[in-house]
């Protein structure tokens, strides 16, 4: 059980990301508008902010959100080398994670 607790801040973003692109398609594009061009923008809260940023806002925040997670399980490592690979690992993945869901899902 320990190993799956560990495993967890890599798994999140790859388990969390199809369910939010079905919550984009269905609603968040509808409130936020699609970020296309901006002159054709157009969504329910009449504001500059779209489906995009809120893309970009969210997997940013559950990147960090995920490596204050790591560094608090880290806390039960032995070996203070052992922390510090294991957060930095979890940071640069899900950053890379991130990274390519930016480039991959966003509305164009």
């Known amino acids: 059980m320990k190993k799956i607790l560990y495993a967890l801040p890599y798994l999140i973003i790859p388990v969390f990301t199809p369910i939010y692109n079905i919550l984009d398609r269905k609603f968040f594009v509808e409130i936020f508008g699609c970020g296309c061009v901006p002159i054709a923008q157009t969504n329910m809260l009449n504001i500059g902010y779209n489906a995009n940023d809120l893309r ?37 993945i899900n950053v890379i994670l991130t990274v390519c869901i930016y480039q991959k899902f966003m509305w164009a």
């Open 56 to 92: 970009m806002t969210i997997f940013s925040v559950l990147t960090l959100i995920l490596t204050a997670w790591g560094y608090r399980l880290s806390r039960r490592f032995g070996n203070y080398s052992d922390r510090i690979v294991y957060c930095v690992s979890i940071f640069v």
